[in-house]
């Protein structure tokens, strides 16, 4: 058998992950998508936590999760208002390209000054940072297969992100040898351009007939009064059970930062051992 055939017959290394041939593309450039997003995120989680708890004190911390709660509000609003108005490939974009803006602007700031509500800011941009990150790269996804492909394909894409923020974190304390922690922030904003450049190249590839669920007009009017998703059952079941979800989360989360910042005092050190322990 000739080299040529024996290359033809031997099944592709992607076949071991569920990713038929005509996937492949779209499956490494998604899976690329996932990595930098992690890396993103990672290193700005803790540049913000190690620059806050470095700064501030415990007591500051209730105030970063109501400033959260309001940007988060008040992003998912605007985000409401500009999906109506632009293209899904150019929501995508903007996201993206938004939130590096942000990042890449917040380092710039902080090569001048290091005044404690640009910390307190990041504490809060990061829960922002998070959830558009999530909402674009799933939001692609969703697009970008159907149903039968995501069963089989989903898993595999978003181990992108666990790598990445495995290999980030352990890479925190090294790296701050060679910079200072808000230099994590350089290297978050390197993860959202790879973000940027690997979203515009799954963009074309998601199909053209593809404009999302139909919905009539009469539909729209009833999703859109609070009074009538606070009526439904299953959705209010469901906001009661996020709702506690978060709340837990926060509690958590406030108690473990608090007992970071009482053995921590200096952000190096919060770094190291923030990343790590994560």
């Given at each position: 058998?000739?080299?040529?055939s024996a290359n033809a017959?031997?099944?592709?290394a992607w076949l071991r992950f569920g990713v038929e041939p005509s996937e492949e593309r779209s499956a490494a450039w998604m899976l690329?998508?996932?990595?930098?997003?992690?890396?993103?995120?990672?290193f700005f989680e803790t540049a913000a936590a190690a620059l806050f708890l470095g700064k501030a004190g415990a007591s500051s911390l209730p105030s970063v999760?109501?400033?959260a709660a309001a940007l988060s509000a008040a992003t998912g609003y605007c985000y409401s208002k500009l999906q109506n108005k632009l293209s899904f490939s150019s929501l995508m974009t903007a996201t993206m390209v938004g939130l590096l803006i942000v990042v890449a602007s917040l380092r710039g700031v902080l090569a001048f000054t290091h005044w404690a509500g640009l910390f307190f800011f990041a504490m809060v941009f990061y829960r922002v940072l998070s959830i558009l990150t999530d909402l674009e790269y799933w939001a692609v996804a969703g697009r970008l297969y159907d149903l039968r492909q995501a069963k089989r394909l989903f898993g595999f894409i978003g181990t992108g992100e666990v790598i990445a923020r495995i290999i980030g974190s352990f890479s925190v304390p090294l790296l701050l040898r060679i910079g200072g922690v808000?230099?994590?922030?350089?290297?978050s904003a390197v993860g959202l351009l790879g973000c940027v450049i690997a979203l515009r190249q799954v963009?074309?590839?998601?199909p053209e007939d593809d404009s999302g669920p139909k919905t009539s007009s009469k539909e729209k009017a009833q999703r859109s009064s609070m009074g009538s998703l606070a009526r439904d059952p299953y959705l209010r079941f469901v906001l009661i059970v996020a709702f506690c979800g978060i709340l837990?989360?926060?509690?958590?989360?406030f108690a473990f930062l608090q007992q970071v910042k009482s053995g921590f005092s200096?952000?190096?050190d919060v770094a190291s051992f923030f990343a790590l322990f994560s």
């Open positions: 058998m000739s080299e040529a017959v031997r099944p592709s690329a998508h996932s990595a930098f997003m992690g890396f993103a995120t990672v999760y109501l400033g808000p230099n994590l922030l350089v290297l963009l074309p590839m998601i837990g989360k926060y509690l958590v989360d200096d952000a190096k």
